[in-house]
């Protein structure tokens, strides 16, 4: 079946690596494929590559080398290497994505910060965009970087505004703001929060934005805010 056609597909190509391919292929069985036998034939779509980039069967090789990185390698740094190389290949921003959730997950926030803003740059209009800048902000704000933080979630709630998190995101935003001493704008953001919940989440944000006025040079509007904070908390207690 579809081994016999790989078979032959495979050793009509002059070189003897090329032989060695074939076998690496077809001894796998796609739907329990094992990581070892993905990784070993690894080298030998490399070796192609770099022999033959211009040959007429290179995009094929690609597909295999990206899948098996994909499937048995992840954690190679080849695997970069190759999305880099090959960046149009749709398994691509998979690979990406994944770089650089590892990288986050692992605590590399700077580098996390650099691989969701390649990312976005790469596929804007991917689903995963509003997280990749959510997770961007996260990563900023974990280095310090208060300013791009906030960067990342105003673009985050002004791109996707239905965004399921961007209630979080809100919340960051405004947090972010308090924290670099603009109070204003950090009570603007608490009150947009406020608006978009209700009981004691909304009671919480309506403290926190007085809180933030109190810090400004809205002494009046601070005094309004507070009094109704308690008002509200008092009817939903």
């Known amino acids: 079946g ?56 290179a995009r094929e090789v690609e597909h295999l080398l990206l899948s098996s990185y994909w499937a048995g390698a992840r954690s190679d740094p080849g695997m970069e290497r190759a999305a880099s190389r090959y960046p149009k290949h749709p398994i691509v921003s998979h690979i990406k994505w994944d770089l650089a959730a590892r990288a986050y997950r692992a605590r590399e926030h700077s580098v996390a910060s650099e691989r969701f803003a390649q990312y976005l740059a790469d596929f804007p209009a991917s689903p995963k965009a509003p997280e990749a800048l959510f997770f961007r902000g996260e990563a900023l704000s974990k280095l310090g970087d208060r300013a791009g933080a906030i960067a990342s979630y105003r673009a985050l709630l002004r791109r996707f505004p239905t965004y399921k998190g961007a209630g ?41 934005r007085a809180l933030a006025l109190g810090k400004s040079q809205s002494q009046a509007a601070a005094a309004v805010a507070f009094e109704r904070t308690r008002v509200l908390t008092e009817i939903s207690g």
């Open 2 to 57: 579809g081994d016999d056609r790989l078979v032959d597909f495979f050793a009509s190509w002059p070189r003897p690596v090329l032989g060695l391919i074939s076998r690496a292929i077809t001894s796998l069985d796609y739907h329990n494929a094992l990581p070892g036998p993905l990784r070993d034939a690894i080298p030998l779509y490399w070796e192609f590559l770099e022999a033959s980039p211009n040959d007429a069967r």
């Open 168 to 208: 979080e995101a809100r919340l960051k935003l405004a947090a972010s703001l308090y924290d670099e001493g603009q109070f204003e704008a950090s009570a603007e953001a608490y009150g947009r929060l406020a608006e978009t919940n209700k009981g004691k989440a909304s009671a919480d944000a309506l403290w926190s």
